[in-house]
């Protein structure tokens, strides 16, 4: 069996998960897309190195920032450690917000469609919109998943249009999506009233633990195209290191990001996974006993 903690950011999900590997016999697995950089420690409000050492932790802290790293990756380093943790007898939780990440190491999903060979270079000079609207085009289901603020995936989806001649959508429809082995997926509940006000609070308490110094002396050392400085908590710092908005603007838009991304995942969840709300351990504990 697989476990799954999924939820919104800074429900509790990884103090919760280092519980339920205690109890169960497990290891954790990420699922969280910017953790699985390094440096980025305050950021992404990754696992401490304590945390780390209660329950053995996978695929966190471990692609150099200089590196690409993608979900076609992910998902070959995620099938790994399953195994792995299958034949030791261990059960393999993921835990982390990153629902396409989650989906491409437990679904059957096919992502080796190489289109290394595609020239997107004629979109340069395309605004994000404009990207999206070139992606309405070719996959308009696609586009509805994609907000047209993330141009990595805008881009990779025209680009699997182009190399397959089909759109993703269509390629994905072909595949089995049913989880490679029984699988339970938990998410956690947390009102939004209760949630921002904590969301807030913790991205201050980044900032005392050195979220400026940290994300600036990291933009100065890889510069400002690295793929992991999309991450929120990131890139909201590049105007401020350009002069354009002070550190107090630079703050409160990680705040404000930090309650879109939220908004995001509760809906992706929703739709995307057979979830269990759970609010405890214990409810953890006695859906496994039951399924």
Partial sequence: MIIVLTGATGTGKSELAIALAQKIGGEIVNADAFQAYQELKISTAAPSEEMKKIVPHHLYDYVPLSEPYDIHKYQKDARFVIEKLKNAGKTPIFVGGSGLYIRAALYDYDLSLDTSNVDLSKYDSFSNEELHDELKKLDPKEAEKIPYQNRVRVLRAIAICLASGVSKTELLAKQNHEPIEKTLFFVLKKDRETLYPKLDKRVDLMVEQGLENEVVTLIK?????????????????????????????????????????VKRQETFFRHQFPVIEVSSLEEILEAIKNG
């Fill in 221 to 261: 050392k890889y510069g400002e195209d690295a793929p992991a400085f999309r991450a929120i908590g990131v890139k909201e710092f590049i105007p401020y290191i350009h002069g354009d908005i002070d550190l107090e603007t630079a703050i409160n838009e990680v705040k404000a990001d930090t309650r879109h991304y």
